[in-house]
């Protein structure tokens, strides 16, 4: 069977791929670096769309808040430009978020890879122990 696709998932996909067009080549506020837009959740009615983004590079919290805020303020530019590129009848609001889930996913990735390293060290020690006992 099919997936069945609704009309803001579409939408929600072509905003996406020109929102990162736009972002990159357009947007010239120095506050804005890099930009990797995440997911674009667009309402049923068309009428808002959430932009979830993150920061290539960017740990610290207050050039986040300032990036979004940055971002935000553009929105109107952005959402103008869009118009010009997606040919529907009226462009959602924009609403810039930060993604936390791809910094949530490093983080507990380098948590797994440190608990097996140390669980590979536990094991090869009894490994040693358990050697030096059968001489």
């Known amino acids: 069977m099919a997936k069945e696709f609704h009309r803001a998932d579409r939408v929600a996909d072509a905003m996406r791929r020109e929102l990162a067009q736009l972002i990159q080549h357009e947007v010239r506020d120095p506050r804005v670096g890099m930009v990797n837009i995440n997911d674009v959740e667009v309402s049923r009615d068309l009428a808002f769309a959430k932009v979830y983004v993150t920061l ?77 006992d059968n001489d």
């Open 56 to 132: 290539v590079g960017e740990d610290d919290r207050s050039k986040i808040d300032a990036s979004l805020e940055a971002l935000n303020k553009a929105a109107g530019f952005l959402r103008s430009q869009l118009a010009k590129a997606i040919q529907i009848r009226t462009i959602p609001r924009l609403q810039f978020r930060y993604d936390e889930t791809s910094v949530r996913g490093q983080q507990l990735s380098a948590l797994i890879d440190k608990a097996v390293k140390s669980d590979q060290s536990k094991s090869g020690e009894r490994d040693e122990d358990s050697g030096k």
